[in-house]
């Protein structure tokens, strides 16, 4: 049945649909779906790959490539337990009031409505009870939430540039980007329908300049048809090798609905905040 749903993949599921898609959230029901299926559910790339010739260099798109016993291992992390709380934490709007944090930190920024709280909800849907607000109306999200995952870490989720953002969106987070000690890693999300636009190039030159270390997020893949959605990662491979100096080379490509994506990209958020060492470690 599960199979049948995520075949029978729609753009705007409706309740039921969405309630057997997230069934998906978890590797347990991963294991019963096809080999085909569950490769394309946990690797997504491996369904694109299929219509490139040879001849493209596509290495990066499989830099990091975790075996299924590393996703449980990641999934765990984010799974609570009475001694492993995660929980939305506080939201704050200048750096002074940010709480001050030991553990390894990542952050989630992207234009508004690119899907920033939406596959925050679905890396956290093994915790039901986190409350992360996703919004019709572009811009919502106007403080940057702390969510805490027990010890392990803590993921912010940021107020979106471009419509709607918040007027003082860049004192808020280019001092975060610059000052933030703890920041392991920045998630760049790209609307994969979109593609790159002028204002995704704002959040690079900001990275770039506190050379601080980021990564691609190609978001709503189940709504871009496979064509374009290749040409956006052939285009954002090229543009990570010719253009910028502290972006990893892989674009990640995720659909926060049908959750393709979502396990692999929480390995590497375990990976990158030091919870999960990989037996081949990704270059
Ligand atoms: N089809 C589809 N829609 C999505 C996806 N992620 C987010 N959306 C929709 O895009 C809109 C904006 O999402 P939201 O997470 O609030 O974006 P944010 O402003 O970046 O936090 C909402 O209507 C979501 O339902 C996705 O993976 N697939
Ligand atoms: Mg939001």
Redesign the pocket.
Known sequence: MVGRVLLGLC??PGPRSVRRVQQLSSLRNAVLLSERKRRSLLYPFSELETHLSRQVDQGCFRLFQPSMEELFMAEKIFTPSPRHDIVYSSSAVHIEHMPQLAQPEVCFI??????????I?ALFSLAPDVEVR???T????KKLNFFTVGRAFTLV?MP?YGYRAPKDFVEMVEPYLQQRQNLVRTFL?VDGGAGLQKLDLVAVEMCEEFGIPYVFVV?????TRQGPLLTLLLQLRDFIKDQTSTCYAQPFI?????FSGVHLLRCFIAHVTRNLQLSSKPT
């Open positions: 753009s705007v992207g234009r508004s409505n690119v899907g920033k709280s939406s596959l909800r996703v919004s019709k572009p811009g919502h999200t989720d979106g999300l978001t709503k893949i189940d709504r995720v659909s926060s609905i049908q």
